[in-house]
């Protein structure tokens, strides 16, 4: 059990164009997300928390209008990059938690590269 | 503020090695929790353990085994006999402990490289 999966899990786009990631947990519910940006070589970071049916809460210096991220069911976020730009090219990475569980289950990601 | 520290970035190691990856951590709440994850290089992360701050008994699992101790803010894992399959980016991570236990948003270390060669 505690599967979370993410489409696509890769994707290439046009510089101005919009991307959106899914992130499902397929055999649980999901109170709780959260989306990881990693760039080559480097550490996980943190993005947002989204918890179902709120507004995601984004840390300090991410763009919330450029990220937009959005937690409609118990088992679906989706992380929508608007206007993608070369430095956008990242690793994204979310992760799926039950309402008061102290275990994050991790999508496989998504390779995110922006042309 | 949180925060974990690899200080390895990269060690080599030939097969049937032991390998020890370091992890410091800084953080001011009394209660929190600690990870270790795996990522191959198909970029998936694989989760190995947690601790919770207030649990500091050391555990086995095989040819894995982490020393957590408080009293140094380390929180430490040996793979005995090292494999070529072990390779991959080691992350140490840091959460604190939220609302009924629940597990937040995690502190990743830069990550140690490990390389196990045949």
């Known amino acids: 059990g505690a599967v979370v999966s993410q489409h696509p899990s890769r994707v290439i786009c046009k510089s101005g164009t919009s991307v959106k990631i899914e992130c499902r947990s397929l055999?649980?519910?999901?109170?709780?997300m959260f989306w990881y940006r990693q760039f080559p070589k480097q550490s996980l970071m943190l993005m947002a928390t989204?918890?179902?049916?709120?507004?995601?809460?984004?840390e300090q210096g991410v763009e919330k209008d450029k990220f937009l991220i959005n937690h409609a069911s118990l088992t679906l976020s989706t992380l929508t990059v608007t206007s993608a730009h070369p430095e956008d090219s990242s690793f994204y990475i979310c992760?799926?938690?039950?309402?008061?569980?102290?275990?994050?289950?991790f999508g496989p990601g998504t390779r995110l590269t922006v042309t | 503020a949180q925060k974990v520290t690899q200080a390895q970035t990269e060690i080599s190691v030939v097969e049937k090695e032991d390998v020890t990856l370091d992890c410091v951590y800084e953080?001011?709440?009394?209660?929190?929790?600690l990870f270790w994850y795996k990522q191959p290089p198909s970029g998936e992360l694989v989760f190995l353990i947690r601790?919770?701050?207030?649990?500091?008994q050391n555990e086995i699992s095989g040819r894995y085994s982490w020393n957590f101790q408080k009293s140094t803010s380390s929180f430490n894992f040996t793979i005995t006999a090292s494999q070529v399959v072990d390779s991959a980016v080691y992350f140490c991570?840091?959460?604190?402990?939220?609302?009924?236990?629940?597990?937040?948003?995690?502190?990743f270390g830069t990550g140690t490289l490990l390389a196990v060669q045949p």
């Open positions: 989204s918890n179902e049916g709120s507004k995601a809460t984004y």
């Open positions: 953080t001011r709440d009394t209660t929190y929790y």
């Open positions: 055999d649980f519910q999901a109170t709780t």
């Open positions: 992760s799926a938690r039950r309402f008061g569980g102290d275990e994050q289950y």
């Open positions: 991570a840091l959460s604190e402990y939220g609302y009924g236990g629940a597990t937040n948003k995690l502190i």
């Open positions: 601790r919770n701050s207030f649990d500091e």
